[in-house]
């Protein structure tokens, strides 16, 4: 039996119901007109299972956190996570294994409420924080339009270059804390 199997057959056998959230998505290679599909599938996930941290310290003390979720074997997505008396945006990153110059940062801004919408490009996203003492960080991200995030492989390419596009679909969540 795998470790998630277990997890499932005592959540079950112990009564607690558990969450699952799910990412739709699609990677292109922007090579030549229109470009190749590189990935594509439905992530069905748990955030305690399948969400991996990072804890970043800096000079001043602070702390924020780098959170993914793997996709598959290539591409992950993720949020750079800090606390703050009030969360004004966020950036969505993806990540691509064996790029170690990469590059990617869509940066969204709240609107209204929960909605945020991103900066340059269409897709608007509902996001939910969680309060954390005084201050609050995100917790989830829910896509309330497709969005389409950029990624460079190799950051020594000319300003501008975008070599991969991922596309994330209306109804995907991205939940990085319970």
């Given at each position: ?59 001043d003390g602070g702390l924020s956190w ?49 909605i945020v919408e991103r900066r340059q ?58």
């Amino acid at each position: 039996m795998t470790g998630r199997a277990a997890l499932l057959l005592g959540a079950v056998l112990s009564g607690r119901v558990i969450s699952a959230e799910t990412v739709t998505w699609e990677a292109r290679a922007l090579l030549g007109p229109g470009g190749s599909p590189v990935g594509h599938g439905v992530k069905t996930y748990q955030v305690a299972a399948d969400i991996v941290a990072r804890e970043h310290r800096a000079k001043d003390g602070g702390l924020s956190w780098t959170k993914w979720l793997k996709l598959d074997e290539t591409f992950a997505i993720g949020m750079d996570i800090q606390q703050a008396t009030t969360i004004d945006g966020f950036g969505l990153v993806v990540y691509r294994r064996g790029d170690e110059e990469g590059f990617s940062w869509e940066w969204f801004d709240r609107t209204t409420g929960a909605i945020v919408e991103r900066r340059q490009g269409a897709g608007r996203v509902r996001v939910t924080t969680r309060k954390v003492g005084p201050l609050e960080e995100v917790a989830s991200v829910e896509l309330m339009d497709d969005a389409v995030l950029r990624y460079l492989d190799d950051i020594s390419k000319p300003p501008g270059t975008v070599t991969h596009e991922l596309l994330l679909k209306k109804g995907s969540v991205l939940k990085v804390a319970p």
